[in-house]
């Protein structure tokens, strides 16, 4: 975005109030050059200069404030929490700081989730005592199992080839025993976008960036109320309603 943009325009109102005061500036000067050893028209013009430069400096004062007012508005309505360079270890703290008071709905969107199923893999049987969890994999068979989006990823984050199903499958493997209907899994059929994972009102986000590995890809927190809290979860819940964009385990799966 150009420099340009973050700048402030000034209304006529503005332009009055600063040409007001550079009069009182310059006539200030102009008295205080003519009045020479008359102390009278030298306090009068060097209180007329001050008064000038001090109100330049107020204006800008305002005019900042009002800028840092409006941004700080506009990272409050879009939810804005927390900023990270990268996830899974460099912020795991986070994830266990919201994982201890998790209350109601620990949704998550990912590839193989293999980093989610190392860390936590032990905990799951205890979030279900305490919160409804449901889990989005990528499907490693869609829309062809020798051409899926999965192998295509693979390729994007320089993987071996089949690192992503074998993941996935993995995942299911360990945690079938725990799907219910508070343990929940599905496999998304679309094309991979965001990662998400989401614990009550704060969801977690992050880009997927071609030759870099996802779990160094930036990640964003946001909060509810706020516009992209909203975005991305009903981003996950059109995802996981759909029989289009994500299907059951199938008892049979994986082979």
């Not at 506009?74 to 360079?85: E, I, V």
Request: neutral net charge.
């Amino acid at each position: 975005m150009p420099a340009s943009a973050h700048r402030p325009r000034l209304a006529a109102r503005h332009w009055l109030y600063l040409l007001a005061h550079l009069v009182m500036v310059l006539l200030g000067l102009l008295l205080v050059s003519q009045a020479k050893d008359d102390r009278l028209w030298t306090g009068i013009g060097t209180s007329l200069t001050a008064a000038g430069l001090s109100g330049y400096i107020i204006f800008l004062y305002l005019l900042h404030s009002d800028r840092l007012t409006t941004l700080l508005s506009l990272f409050d309505s879009f939810g804005f929490a927390g900023a990270f360079a990268a996830r899974a270890e460099r912020i795991k703290s986070e994830y266990d700081s919201l994982l201890a008071t998790a209350s109601d709905r620990i949704d998550i969107l990912g590839f193989g989730l293999s980093a989610l199923r190392e860390d936590y893999g032990a905990e799951f049987q205890t979030w279900k005592t305490h919160a409804s969890i449901r889990i989005l994999l990528l499907d490693p068979d869609f829309p062809d199992p020798t051409s899926s989006y999965a192998l295509a990823r693979d390729v994007e984050e320089e993987n071996s080839p089949g690192k992503i199903a074998t993941d996935a499958k993995l995942f299911v493997q360990q945690t079938r025993s725990l799907i219910d209907d508070r343990f929940q899994v599905r496999l998304y059929r679309c094309l991979p976008s965001v990662n998400i994972f989401r614990v009550d009102d704060r969801l977690f986000w992050g880009p997927y960036l071609m030759k870099k590995q996802s779990r160094n890809a930036p990640t964003f927190l946001v909060k509810a109320p706020g516009h992209l809290h909203r975005v991305f979860v009903n981003q996950f819940e059109t995802i996981w309603k759909s029989d289009d964009l994500s299907r059951s385990i199938p008892q049979s799966w994986p082979a």
